[in-house]
C-alpha cells in the first residue's frame, strides 16, 4: 500500500513538471502497456536465454512513446529487478544483466542484440 502511495504522489509530481502533463501521463500508460505486452510474451514464449531479449524490447517499445513511456519503463524495471534481487536468488549478476538490457532498449538500442538464435519470429 505503501509503494503504491508513493507511485502516486511521485506521479503527480513528475507529470506537474512535465512540459504537457496529459501527454506525459498518456505515454506512461502506454509505456506500462508495452512492458506488459513484452512480459507477456516472454511468458508465452517460455524460450532458454530470451529473458534479456523481452527486457530491452519492453522498455525499447515504451521508451519510443516518449518521456512519460521512458519513465515508466524505468519504473516499472527498477521495481521489478529489486523485487526480483531479493525474491528469485538469481543473484546481483542477473540483475545487472537485466539492468543493461533494460537501459540499452530505454536509451533506443535495438533489441534484437539480445535476441537469441531460434526464437520464433513471432516475437
Known sequence: MRLCICFVLLSIVVCASAGNPF?????ALGGAK???RAYRDMREANYIGADKYFHARGNYDAARRGPGGAWAAKVISDARENWQSGVSGRGAEDTRADQEANKWGRNGGDPNRYRPAGLPAKY
Open 23 to 27: 501527454r506525459f501521463a498518456w505515454d
Open 34 to 36: 508495452d512492458m506488459y
